[in-house]
């Protein structure tokens, strides 16, 4: 009768370890291929993370993602990409939707309390994008303007905060929307980090039509997203985000994504140095 009991005790011990190995982004789903690796990053940002149409992905994001991923143990083929737009990154985290995120995911204090980082592995800046015949030069100019951002970015937030307090802002789930806004002359600028706003001016499509004002009007420190607590995972990922800078791949994927836009990134950041 003990014994019977202590068994099935264990049977349930066992049967809890199991369901959570399956869970935080990393399940096993040995029917296809071994283990896989949810990771999120966006879909709808050229040169940082984009969903091709013909399904792949591309963008410096995404090559620190594979990156990272490997040195996880994680082949190419393993990882599952997951869009995680601005406003949902903490959210895809806490439910354990994905093992960690690389969508020019800024570190701050806020996000902090919510989620931990590993980084950075990027520091860029918010710019300004406008039409190229625009008058708007700097940040104040965009008070009484229409101005888009996306909404749960740092680049929103702080046009509410500081840049443009009485700027009509316009915030989408996606800079997307945000460009198509520009474009037809619905809002007046597009506000977020230089590194994106380069990304979608240099597009075959936008050629010649926009202008970036190169204003640097904040520093983002750009971490890969982890659950809160999971210091493991942290540790791993800060692991090869130095190894990715030691062995220059970190340098080639700068040049394969920036260098079509011609943008000029500031040097690998030190791991765990923010610049505030
Ligand atoms: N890096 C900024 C942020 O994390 C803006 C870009 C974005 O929305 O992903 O909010």
Known sequence: ????????????????????????????????????????????????????????????DVDVATYVAKELGYEPKQIQFVETKSADRENALSRGDVKFIVASYSINDKRKAKVDFAGPYLLAHQDLLVKSDSKIAKGAD??????????????????????????????????????????????????????????FA???????QFKLLGEQLSNENYGIGVKKGDKATVDKINAALKKMVDDKSWQKAVDENFGPAGYKNEPAPKIGVIVK
């Open 1 to 60: 009768m003990k014994l019977r009991k202590v068994t099935a005790a264990s049977a349930a011990v066992l049967a809890l370890t199991v369901s959570a190995t399956a869970c935080g982004g990393g399940d096993k789903d040995s029917g296809s291929g071994g283990d896989k690796i949810k990771v999120g990053i966006k879909y709808d940002q050229p040169g940082i993370g984009l969903k091709e149409p013909d399904g792949s992905f591309s963008g410096f």
């Open 142 to 199: 965009l008070n009484g303007k229409n101005l888009c951002s996306v909404a749960g970015s740092t680049s929103a937030q702080n046009i509410k905060d500081k840049i443009a307090p009485s700027a009509n802002l316009r915030q989408n789930p996606g800079y997307s929307e945000c460009i198509a806004a520009l474009q037809s002359g619905a809002v007046d600028a597009v506000t977020t980090d230089d590194s994106i706003l380069a990304g």
């Open 202 to 208: 240099s597009q075959d499509k936008y050629k010649g």
